[in-house]
T-cell receptor, first 115, second 114 residues
Framework: KAGVTQTPRYLIKTRGQQVTLSCSPI?????VSWYQQTPGQGLQFLFE???????NKGNFPGRFSGRQFSNSRSEMNVSTLELGDSALYLC??????????????FGQGTRLTVV | AQSVAQPEDQVNVAEGNPLTVKCTYS??????LFWYVQYPNRGLQFLLK??????LVKGSYGFEAEFNKSQTSFHLKKPSALVSDSALYFC????????????FGKGTRLSVIA
């Protein structure tokens, strides 16, 4: 069974540009969450999607957005990139949003560097 | 709002000694608690979880964690540390009820010295 797949693995962008990251969850999983990992802040929650609907949103500016498609694949977009957006972006999938006690499975992440 | 505190940024332990990585949480109502581990250049891997029942939970790679409701803690433990246990460990909490996400602590770096 394939795990969570995130593409691309590495990305270098210039300040002011925009970027789109992709996440394919484990087959059969319908819930996808996104996290930003930085050395100083640990993992910070960005958003959570289930059945193409955003269920939760973290405290990030509107430059950060996401969506989920009918096949459960998800994308997140960051517009007008800032140096501080440099981070590892992790995607996690779980079976269903409604079963809160199920563990999430993480992808290897996308390392975004903004220069 | 729910939150997780991991009071130690770094824990050093000699190989063969017991290890403890601390975690305290804050949540409205009952919690679901999780531990994850992250090796260099990898995503997070699930170790164990507390849902309900026995306060001592056993997980992967010989790790266990003890849920203490009165102290709102969920410390990760292992009787005998291995050098290969060196990694970044994250504690996470989700509220039992309500529309809440899985919230993580800032992580604790465990270094096991041979």
């Amino acid at each position: 069974k394939a795990g969570v797949t995130q593409t691309p693995r590495y990305l270098i962008k210039t300040r002011g540009q925009q970027v789109t990251l992709s996440c394919s969850p484990i087959s059969g999983h319908r819930s996808v969450s996104w996290y930003q990992q930085t050395p100083g802040q640990g993992l910070q929650f960005l958003f959570e999607y289930f059945s193409e609907t955003q269920r939760n949103k973290g405290n990030f500016p509107g430059r950060f957005s996401g969506r989920q498609f009918s096949n459960s694949r998800s994308e997140m977009n960051v517009s007008t990139l800032e140096l501080g957006d440099s981070a590892l972006y992790l995607c996690a999938s779980s079976v269903t949003y409604r079963t809160l006690n199920t563990e999430a499975f993480f992808g290897q992440g996308t390392r975004l560097t903004v220069v | 709002a729910q939150s997780v505190a991991q009071p130690e940024d770094q824990v050093n332990v000699a190989e063969g000694n017991p290890l403890t990585v601390k975690c305290t949480y804050s949540v409205s109502g009952n919690p679901y608690l999780f531990w994850y581990v992250q090796y260099p250049n990898r995503g997070l891997q699930f170790l164990l979880k507390y849902i309900t029942g026995d306060n001592l939970v056993k997980g992967s790679y010989g790790f266990e964690a003890e849920f203490n409701k009165s102290q709102t803690s969920f410390h990760l433990k292992k009787p005998s540390a291995l050098v290969s246990d060196s990694a970044l460990y994250f504690c996470a909490v989700r509220a039992y009820s309500g529309n809440t996400p899985l919230v993580f602590g800032k992580g604790t770096r465990l270094s096991v010295i041979a």
